[in-house]
């Protein structure tokens, strides 16, 4: 055993493998880690049954942090009971503690004109979705049978207000533009009314210098696309921030380019936080899989996240977003951003950044 941090590298289904190794390839020219590579997903399922291995959990338990591609078939499976590669992922958030899940969302300046929003909408977006993890309607009490189903969505005060210190500590980290949108559906559901009473208070009685405005998510949905740039933390529940981090992918140029970290975070600070999960915000896309094209910027850049909130070692974070931006200058583009560049060709003209 070496002084190394330790990373759990979890390649999963679809093009999760094609994207990790890039990220890996990346981490590996920036630093020296150890990596443990473990089953997750349907490959885990055909391999051991279960989609979330016991040996894959105890990996991520015991690493510093772990790097996720993407798990799924896109296939439901023809036996509703049978295992859904799904489970591991939320599985592994519960277990892991992973309330905290950060999206951040950056344009290009390479991508401004290839956005399919107008250029002058985008140029300057800076925003984080700042996500709810572990609650809501994915972790509720469900239940199917052939007539009816349901799923419960469930939050409770101690949930809402740690994950809203979350967002406040980000924009307070901001200065002079701190500013909080807290989304939620308050005109309909009761868990929304709590949300938004929850959110009010902490920012009152603990972030009174962070503007925080309310806003429904069908609005919310709205503005960001026509408008990205009014936005700065996104604050809201774990389905709504599912559906809004998709759609700020039109901002970025692709659901491709996007990445995101998951913390068991004390609020502050949020570096060097030690157990977080690193994935990007996209699936397995069993559309393009095998075909060597998928982008993987989303993957590369959750290893920044990783290296800045994860391991501490902000300033080679730094080096690898440059990186990827001075690529992007360059002209290479995969094909999801209009281009014929391949994975490896992407990842080759990176490390040549570096
Ligand atoms: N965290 C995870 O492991 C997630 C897993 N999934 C699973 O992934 C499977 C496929 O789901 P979809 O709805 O198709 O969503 P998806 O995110 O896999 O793909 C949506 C679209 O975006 C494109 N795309 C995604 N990533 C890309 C990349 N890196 N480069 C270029 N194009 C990219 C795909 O080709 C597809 O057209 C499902 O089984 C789903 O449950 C979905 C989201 C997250
Ligand atoms: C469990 C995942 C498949 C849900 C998802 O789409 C996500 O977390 O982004
Ligand atoms: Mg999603």
């Known amino acids: 055993m070496t002084d190394h941090p330790r990373i759990t590298v979890l390649p999963g289904d679809g093009i999760g493998p094609e994207v990790t190794e890039a990220a890996v390839e990346v981490l590996s020219a920036v630093g020296t880690f150890d990596f443990d590579e473990r089953p997750i997903g349907a490959c885990a399922v055909s391999e051991t049954g279960a989609p979330l291995p016991e040996a894959t959990l105890n990996s991520c338990l ?33 277990s892991l503690s992973l309330y905290a899940n950060l999206r951040p969302v950056r344009t290009f300046p390479a991508l401004h004109s290839t956005s399919p929003l107008r250029p002058e909408r985008i140029e300057g977006t800076d925003l984080t979705v700042v996500r709810e993890l572990t609650g809501g309607l994915y972790f509720g009490q469900r239940e199917r049978t052939s007539q009816q189903a349901f799923d419960t969505c469930v939050y409770t005060r101690q949930e809402i207000e740690r994950i809203s210190r979350v967002a406040f ?33 902490i920012a009152d009685r603990e972030y009174p210098e962070v503007e925080l405005e309310h806003l429904l998510v069908d609005t919310a949905a709205m503005r960001l696309v026509t408008d990205p740039r009014q936005f700065d933390i996104v604050l809201t529940e774990n389905m709504f921030g599912d559906i809004l981090s998709d759609e700020t992918a039109v901002i970025a ?34 559309d393009i899989s095998g075909t060597g094209s998928a982008s993987p910027i989303g993957s590369i850049l959750s290893a920044a996240l ?43 003209a990176l490390l040549s950044e570096l």
């Open 306 to 348: 990783m290296l800045r909130h994860g391991l501490g070692l902000s300033t080679v974070a730094n080096v690898v977003e440059i990186a990827v931006r001075d690529v992007l200058d360059k002209g290479f583009r995969t094909p999801d951003l209009g281009g014929t560049t391949t994975t490896k060709e992407f990842t080759r």
């Open 253 to 286: 140029g692709s659901l491709g380019s996007l990445p995101s970290a998951s913390l068991p975070a004390p609020p502050n600070p949020l570096v060097g936080v030690r157990g977080g999960l690193f994935e990007p915000v996209h699936g397995s896309a069993p």
């Open 169 to 201: 500590e980000l924009a307070s980290g901001k200065g002079s533009r701190a500013r909080v949108t807290s989304v939620d559906k308050a005109n309909v559901l009761d868990t929304s009314r709590l949300w938004r009473e929850v959110v009010q208070d």
């Open 62 to 94: 015991e690493a510093d942090a772990t790097l996720l591609g993407a798990v799924g078939t896109g296939v439901p499976p023809a036996d509703p009971h049978a295992p859904r590669p799904e489970q591991a992922v939320l599985e592994l958030r519960t």
